[in-house]
């Protein structure tokens, strides 16, 4: 990778300003407006048509890593993990930056497309998400006790759920507007409809709004001082969706630090 080249110091950094843009947007909204896709899409044509300028080869080396990504990321919308925006976010990566970068795998290492392995390291930091869960529900089972009271799943199930999920007080369903309630009396929605529920975004919306009325029944119930049933401890299952376009970022800068760390080391520095 020649970090040298100007035109590839231009593509790094209009990548970067278009996963910082959709990253903020992603934490704040959960989606991406369409202005930004416009915006960064729009300069794909003139992207391409430079580097022809530059080096007619170019393209033609590039369009077998372009084809390669373009196929992983429309494969990505068959997976219930990922939606449109995260599937586009991908193919603009691999249309902006085809080079390839080297991707290490334990003891081995191959090269692969810079948005494969952006993607990868992505996904990596993302299981902190998980971790989050897991000290969320530990943290209710020492103040509250059971987290799956009166509540009949497979034992499997019930350690993922630690993970992919989280048991909050039901007094507090008002303070998180991208959880989703998932438990429906005595039971959970089913692990694969739970990963689905963010990538159908009217599915999605449906259940919000079913979970906004049970909010606004909830404080209604609260400042009522002759109810009395609903306490303190009294907890539901939600799984909150989380935004991709920031683990995505991260990936994107490892790899960056590990190539410029790698030249270091060329140098002797």
């Known amino acids: ?154 034992k499997i199930n019930k350690i993922l759920y630690l993970f992919i999920a989280r048991k909050v007080r039901i007094l507090d369903l008002e303070t998180d507007k991208f959880a989703i309630r998932i438990q429906e009396g005595n039971s959970l929605l089913r692990i694969r409809d739970m990963l689905a529920i963010g990538k159908d975004q009217s599915e999605y919306s449906s259940r919000r709004r079913n979970y906004d009325d049970q909010i606004q029944g909830v404080q209604k119930l609260s400042s009522d001082d002759n109810f009395v049933d609903l306490k303190k401890e009294d907890g539901t299952w939600v799984q909150r969706l989380l935004p991709f376009f920031p683990y995505l970022l991260l990936g994107l800068i490892a790899i960056l630090v590990g190539e410029m760390v790698g030249i270091l080391r060329i140098l002797g520095v």
């Open 1 to 154: 990778m020649v970090f040298s080249s100007p035109f590839f110091l231009l593509r790094i950094f209009i990548v970067t300003l278009f996963l910082a843009y959709a990253s903020i947007h992603d934490m704040r909204r959960r989606s991406v407006p369409d202005k930004i896709w416009y915006i960064f899409g729009g300069t794909i044509p003139f992207v391409l048509l430079y580097a022809y300028i530059l080096e007619p080869s170019y393209l033609s080396r590039a369009l077998p890593q372009i084809i390669l990504v373009t196929g992983i990321g429309a494969a990505l919308l068959i997976l219930p993990l990922f939606g449109k925006m995260d599937s586009l976010g991908i193919i603009f990566i691999g249309i902006m930056l085809p080079e390839m970068v080297l991707l290490r795998i334990g003891q081995s290492s191959l090269f692969a497309p810079f948005a494969i392995v952006a993607l990868l390291n992505g996904l990596l930091l993302s299981l902190l998400g998980g971790i989050d869960n897991l000290i969320k529900n530990l943290r209710w089972k020492l103040k509250y006790g059971s987290l799956y009271s009166n509540i009949s799943s497979p």
